[in-house]
């Protein structure tokens, strides 16, 4: 059964950093694309960055490039998105997401394995 958790979240400060896993449990992470995506109260799902299967190409949203970092530990069947310099329109439940072949791209309807998501609070 495929599975993934997403841990990490939690209340920062502006300017603060914090790390996101999506743990796999059921597959092999490395053949999969992997993508982050956000959800603010009363806002669309936003595309956040993914890494894609095998080549671990990866690709960012406009408004997180520069201060966010997605990667992959192939030994723990994890994928981290390392966030810094956090704002607080970046508070939001954060998801993880798969897809079983090659993406590059942040189209929340290619992927068809989601977590639970997990809260990520940016405020003074």
């Known amino acids: 059964q495929l599975q993934l958790v997403e841990s990490g979240g939690g209340l920062v400060q502006p300017g603060g950093s914090l790390r996101l896993s999506c743990a796999a449990s059921?597959?092999?992470?490395?053949?999969?694309?992997i993508a982050w995506f956000r959800q603010a109260p009363g806002k669309e799902r936003e595309g956040v960055s993914c890494i894609s299967s095998s080549s671990g190409s990866t690709n960012y949203a406009d408004s997180v490039k520069g201060r966010f970092t997605i990667s992959r530990d192939n030994a723990k069947n994890t994928v981290y998105l390392q966030m810094s310099s956090l704002k607080e329109e970046d508070t939001a439940v954060y998801y993880c997401a798969a897809a079983g072949r090659f993406l590059y791209d942040l189209d929340s309807e290619k992927y068809p394995y989601w977590g639970q998501g997990t809260q990520v609070t940016v405020s003074s």
């Open positions: 059921g597959f092999t992470l490395y053949y999969y694309t």
